[in-house]
């Protein structure tokens, strides 16, 4: 049960779009099409964004998407805006009733 | 609405023990799987425990297996989490979780709603 693999930060500016990518492994991201994401601003409990790879719960903007290829999913923001900014988290079903989550990306907006 | 509200951290020093609880409300409780996650401070999320509905079937990752037993009061709407032999390692926020499920009562493979958290701090 190893963590997903984030990259610790990225930014950009307001308008642009970013991604966050989530590298698990054949026995979790690459075997399975259930990889949700979650926002989680300081300080506050995590906010479902995208489940089943790519789907958006009501109430999440569309400028949020996901996707997957092989081991690798990502989360990708268009038109960023400044309530944006918060800590993203990529969680992945890993079989036999068990999860694992990335170490998080800490999402800054210029 | 659906509300998730956990209580019974605090101080407790290696070794001791500790039972988290989690209120639940709004939705049918009984009907829905539900899950422990952690946050050591400054640290990202971790997976720990999950049960079902029925409070039949329960798991938990490797690293708290053993130590940890999940369970719930579906008559109270109610889960808990009993934590045995603490470690300084296991500071953290906890937090529940509730995972959705289809018409049918099959699990969905992520969690919706979670509670604001409670902090357990292991220290001496």
């Known amino acids: 049960q190893s963590a997903l693999t984030q990259p610790r930060s990225v930014s950009g500016s307001p308008g642009q779009s970013v991604t966050i990518s989530c590298t698990g492994a054949?026995?979790?991201?690459?075997?399975?099409?259930?990889v949700s994401w979650y926002q989680q601003p300081p300080g506050k409990a995590p906010k479902l964004m995208i489940y089943d790879v790519n789907k958006r719960p009501s109430g999440v903007p569309d400028r949020f998407s996901g996707s997957k290829s092989g081991n690798t999913a990502s989360l990708t923001i268009s038109g960023l805006q400044a309530e944006d900014e918060a800590d993203y988290y990529c969680?992945?079903?890993?079989?036999?009733?068990?999860?694992?989550f990335g170490g998080g990306t800490k999402l800054t907006v210029l | 609405e659906v509300q998730l509200l956990e209580s019974g951290g605090g101080l407790v020093q290696p070794g001791g023990s500790l039972r988290l609880s989690c209120a639940a409300s709004g939705f049918i409780f009984s009907s829905y799987a539900m899950s422990w996650v952690r946050q050591a401070p400054g640290k990202g999320l971790e997976w720990l425990s999950a049960i079902s509905g029925s409070g039949y079937s329960t798991y938990y990752a490797d690293s708290v297996r053993g130590r940890f037993t999940i369970s719930r009061d579906n008559s109270k709407s109610t889960l808990y989490l009993q934590m045995n032999s603490l470690r300084a390692e296991d500071t953290a926020i906890y937090y529940c979780?509730?995972?959705?499920?289809?018409?049918?009562?099959?699990?969905?493979?992520?969690?919706?709603?979670w509670g604001q958290g409670t902090l357990v701090t292991v220290s001496s």
């Open positions: 054949s026995s979790d991201v690459g075997n399975y099409n259930y």
């Open positions: 979780a509730k995972l959705p499920a289809t018409p049918n009562g099959v699990w969905m493979y992520y969690f919706d709603y």
């Open positions: 969680c992945s079903y890993a079989g036999s009733y068990t999860w694992v």
